[in-house]
């Protein structure tokens, strides 16, 4: 998302997509992809929501290597109808919500370099697939996509982008979930991420908070480090229906006259599973330049 319509990288077709190119990547890259796989596939037993490892089962992404999107597409389409699709990087918008408005998942091609293995900031080919992916072989968790795509399409014509990508943000990102088991992980950024996939479920710092639309819609978030604040939804069934049972439009022309709220703040209607104690964020504050 978030890139102007205008800057369309020579190559890539109207809707931004480019040939994934599988046969170009290097015996380094695909390595890469395996150490990132292996690392994360372990560390996140008994942390990531069982949807999450039952996708990589469903499409087989356990075989070493970067997948192939032809035929992790397959699987994929098999499973839910959904399919990966290439694209050089970020792209607007519009292109990004008319995507998951047609079961399509826009992903980054390129992957990073062993240096960048701790932390990147545009997302590349393991955050796009290994995160997001598995859960779009989920009925469930894929017509919610396929449904904030049709929203986000709606929005742009409200010029309500702004309120409607925190929703994105705070579940398909970095969204926890009630589990009998206790909190699990969901969002794509975090599971994609080995140090906020700890911090985020069991670092006293984070407050953990209950799942609430029209909060969320008006709570900032970090771009640049780890989130303040995690909201946590009860069922991804849950999930679809709050937001495919609400009109957005009213909802848009009254947050639009509120204010935000910062990404630490606790409010008296909510839900605290857990009060932080926002130790890593007020540390890193104090950092120096």
Not at 73 to 78: D, Q, V
Not at 144 to 153: D, I
Not at 178 to 189: H, I, K, Q, S
Request: proline share 7%; with cysteine.
């Amino acid at each position: 998302m978030e890139k102007d319509a205008d800057t369309r990288p020579p190559g890539a077709a109207d809707d931004w997509t480019i040939p994934q190119g599988w046969d170009r990547y290097s015996a380094a890259d695909h390595a890469t992809w395996d150490r990132l796989f292996d690392r994360q596939a372990q560390m996140l037993q008994g942390r990531v929501v069982p949807q999450f490892l039952a996708g990589l089962d469903i499409l087989r992404m356990d075989r070493p290597g970067i997948p192939d999107f032809a035929a992790l597409n397959g699987r994929l389409m098999a499973a839910t109808g959904w399919q990966v699709v290439a694209v050089p990087g970020l792209v607007p918008d519009r292109i990004f919500f008319d995507h998951l408005a047609h079961r399509r998942f826009p992903a980054g091609r390129f992957i990073r370099t062993p240096e960048q293995e701790d932390y990147l900031q545009e997302p590349d080919i393991f955050h796009d697939v290994f995160g997001h992916v598995p859960l779009l072989a989920n009925p469930v968790f894929a017509d919610y996509m396929q449904a904030y795509g049709r929203g986000g399409l709606r929005a742009d014509g409200l010029g309500a982008i702004a309120k409607l990508a925190r929703l994105y943000w705070y579940t398909v990102e970095f969204g926890l979930i009630a589990t009998d088991e206790g909190l699990r992980l969901y969002g794509a950024g975090i599971v994609s991420s080995n140090a906020e996939s700890r911090f985020a479920l069991e670092d006293p710092s984070p407050h953990r908070l209950g799942f609430d639309l029209r909060r969320i819609m008006r709570t900032r978030y970090r771009i640049d480090d780890f989130q303040q604040s995690y909201f946590v939804i009860d069922s991804f069934e849950d999930l679809l229906a709050q937001t495919t049972q609400t009109d957005f439009a009213p909802l848009y022309a009254d947050l639009a006259a509120l204010p935000d709220y910062d990404t630490d703040s606790i409010l008296p209607g909510d839900r605290v599973l857990m009060c932080g104690t926002q130790a890593y964020a007020r540390h890193k504050e104090k950092e120096p330049l």
